[in-house]
């Protein structure tokens, strides 16, 4: 069989074999070539064929079965997966208990958590599955995620039936729920239940997540509060606790609390990281301190830190904001060296600069730079540039851009629509924009544009809100 080379074509001997050849009726060699055969098909991404043998009447160890139905489930064939467990059940098979728990990860990582949870209820039904608090946990986190908070809470209430307690996983994860859904006051308060307890201790992920919430809703000093109690319960704080405190204080604006607690940050010996100098970069934009911004740039090469996207969007934004295209531009050439994923928002603040400037050449030569490296304009791109077209007086070219648009299969919006029929009709180029609402309306788009009246008035008091998109 190995001599194959050919899992399915094996299989296939295999189950002539078995069916013909008395001599392979003995248990350990026919146990040890079907272990062979279902983990060779499995590697080749071939769980059909392995699921197969066992509907074919050949019930392999626990073991084998486990690491079936794992496999299964890690290629999403969930369906084969739930039905292998029903066949084990009905062979008396027991399954380990990590089996059950990693197909209920697996669900809740593919975002199928109604689907686990229905899971769990009918394996409790059957009685063939007994949770534990892994179990319990795994669904709270998928509900969490999903928002549903409160029926994370049920599954945490009915732990205790099924002899399970919960643990500061528990806790973190309902907390962390509570504090993404803006609750953060409930999460305060559960911390504080877990404070009382005697069999477990909240730890940083615990407290970070109350922080974070504050510093998410701009309660700041309702966060610095928390960080101190975390500092006299004897809790170290780490690099994502200063991280959210710095971020919440850079956009309030209050640099000087952003930069005490960078400070505080560097004398616990905890290294900064692109989240921590990203956001006092941000922090600095905001308040208007672009160079103070553009010298924690230069720190993070000096500290050997790579910008991500995000950082670069921050400077690219601030600097256009200020009219300084020129280094705006540098950016983006530092950009096109990096290993980042270039996206659209990066480019669009400089093509819009450069449009508005009234320099709608470099701003195209921008978009052959977006397309090299295969970045394609999005709808704000095509905006940007047909509005900078026609105040230009190019309205040959703007048209050929939003034709382009609808070429790549981006459909305009009502901004993108008005804003060019508008220009085409102070240009005295009524057929072409009644040329242009015909092609909307044909190709089923919905501009919110109920007829050419619309645009008869928006004519009147011409209004580009290409900063306001």
Known sequence: MKRL???????????????????????????????????????????????????????????????LISSCA??????????????????????????YNNLLDLLVKRNRVNEAVCFFKEQHLRLDFHPDTCSFNILIKGLCRLGEVDRAFEFRNEMESFGCSPDIV???????????????????ELLKEIRSKTEFSPDVVTFTSVISGYCKSGKME????????????????????????????????????????????????????????SSLIDGYCRIGQVDEAMKLWHEMGTRKISPNAYTFAIL????????????????????????????????????????????????????????????????????????GHCMKGRMSEAISIFRKMLTTGCAPDSITVNSLTSCLLKAGMPNEANQILLTVSQRDFNPSLSSSRKIHSVMKNIDIPVAAY
């Open 5 to 67: 080379n050919n899992p399915t074509l094996a299989s296939k001997f295999f189950e002539f074999s078995r069916v013909n050849c008395e001599e392979l009726n003995e248990k350990n060699y026919s146990a040890k070539s079907y272990n062979f055969l279902v983990k060779s098909l499995c590697q080749m991404g071939d769980h059909d064929g392995a699921s197969k043998l066992v509907f074919n009447g050949y019930l392999p160890d626990s073991s084998l079965l486990g690491f």
């Open 74 to 99: 890690q290629a999403g064939k969930f369906d084969i997966a739930k039905g292998l467990i029903g066949q084990a059940q009905g062979n008396k098979v027991e399954l380990n208990l990590f089996v």
């Open 316 to 387: 690219i934004n601030a600097l256009c904001k200020e009219n300084r295209l020129t280094e705006a531009r540098e950016f983006l050439r530092q950009l096109k060296w990096s290993n980042i994923v270039p996206k659209p928002f990066l480019y669009n603040p400089v093509i819009d600069g450069f449009c508005k400037a009234g320099n709608v050449d470099e701003a195209n030569v921008i978009v052959e730079e977006m397309k090299e490296k295969r970045c394609n304009p999005d709808k704000l791109t095509f905006t940007i540039l047909i509005i």
């Open 170 to 188: 528990t806790y973190n994860i309902l907390i962390d729920g509570l504090c993404r859904s803006k609750k953060v006051d409930r999460g305060r």
């Open 222 to 277: 309702e966060a610095s509060v928390l960080f101190d109690e975390m500092a006299n319960f004897g809790i170290r704080p780490n690099s994502f606790t200063y991280n959210v405190l710095i971020d919440g204080f850079g956009k309030l604006g209050d640099m000087g609390l952003a930069v005490s607690m960078f400070e505080k940050m560097l004398l616990q010996g905890c290294s900064p990281d692109v989240v921590t100098l």
